[in-house]
């Protein structure tokens, strides 16, 4: 049995060290980051070890050598040198009124102006940490290293609320601004967070900042790559197979399909997600375990109030610029990108256009099983009974169970839905035909016209034409017409055809035909 102690939620690189954690070795990026550049920003999802990262930083510029034994930068650094830090960590507060931001602020400066003293004159926040920094360079004879882990974390709450917003851009603007001001006084700066507000508002003032987050040599210094697994995790694996009754090719294929596919950069190697990984090793099993830590509902009021149309999502192309920064609430793929339940799936290098798609299973089942209760009226703990369900009637060949059980997720739907019906119906189905295809094979498109559903099991296929305010005669029409079954007419297992109607006026399923092809 492994005798490695995995980190799981442990962020300070010494601790780490000290209490001799399993760490997968990032200081040869670290040091090529520190000795080719100044002034750094990096985005990256929740839980992919950026507050071990800036501790990582911390400790190197602390001069703690010591941590660093076996690791690549014992032999990369010669000098050790100890610089004063400013370490800000917006990680650890609920924004939810200005006074909240500027309370961490105000007790972070008052810390570093008991260690480097304060001036009277300097009444803003912004002034007060321009005299720190300039101070802690005259006392030390050292530059400043600047660490600021989760920037965004008072912007992302904040979504949805543009008062409360545009207060804690103004706050921050001014202050991370005396970072290009003071340039003279300062070694090393880093920002990290999941988002990229900055570009255009709190960091406007700030623009000699290099965004790594889709730079391709830094591409794996947060996450792990299959290499690095194979590499330090090879007799857990074999663990895992085992415990698991799988082969080791079979549980490496599982751990990839599960956990790997994000993609910061395009044409890149997949990035493993670590805490789901150092999860699975710990626990010997295959687990949500990204998920179980939260999603935020502010992820889905964003496409609620944009009236996103969901299968989009699932294959939208967007190019670099939208990628690389969020400029408000008006499009809700940018944050979803950056937060990691979307990655790059391809690139078009003559249009410049990224697709995106879910990164790995985790991500994708996980998304769409929150999805539920904000669009159906059945609750979290409901609908997996509900699925299952589904699931057997489809395998039962039960169509007329399966369409009343279909009828409940529609029933009930809020007033305020009645003007975006169509949508809100598209969106259901998506949800659903995405969760029946964790156990069945869905598709949704043909090569003549459109199909709104197909669903495969091992003895039945399902081919099913929606239709709102028609009817579902017109539905099967289209179905025969089109030819949506013929690619299943010489497959062994019994064909159904299924045309189904939506009423506007009963805000529900009001017809379905079923015709039985042998």
Partial sequence: MSSKIYPIGIQNFESLRRDNYFYIDKTALIYQMVKTGRYYFLSRPRRFGKSLLVSTLEAYFLGKKELFTGLAMEKLEK????YPILHLDLNIEKYD??????NILEKSLAK????YGANPSERSLSLRLAGIIERAYQQTGQRVVILVDEYDKPMLQAIGN???QREFRNMLKPFYGVLKTLDGCIKFALLTGVTKFGKISVFSDLNNLNDISMYEPFVSICGM??????????EELHELATAQKMTYEQAAAELKECYDGYHFVENTEGIYNPFSVLNTFYKMKFGSYWFETGTPTYLVELLQRNHYDLERMAHVQTDADVLNSIYGDEDPIPVIFQSGYLTIKGYDKEFGLYRLGFPNREVEEGFIKFLVPFYTRLSKVEAPFEIQKFVKELRAGDVDSFFSRLRSFFADTPYELVSDLELHYQNVLFIIYKLLGFYVNAERHTSDGRIDLVLQTDRFIYVMEFKLDGTAEEAMAQINEKGYAQPFEKDSRQLFKIGVNFSNKTRNIEKWIVEKQS
């Fill in 225 to 234: 790559t299959e290499r690095e697994i194979h590499e330090n995790l090879k």
């Fill in 112 to 115: 570093w102006e008991e260690l």
């Fill in 97 to 102: 009124t200005p006074e909240s931001l500027n």
């Fill in 79 to 82: 000098d050790w040198i100890e």
């Fill in 162 to 164: 543009e008062a409360l």
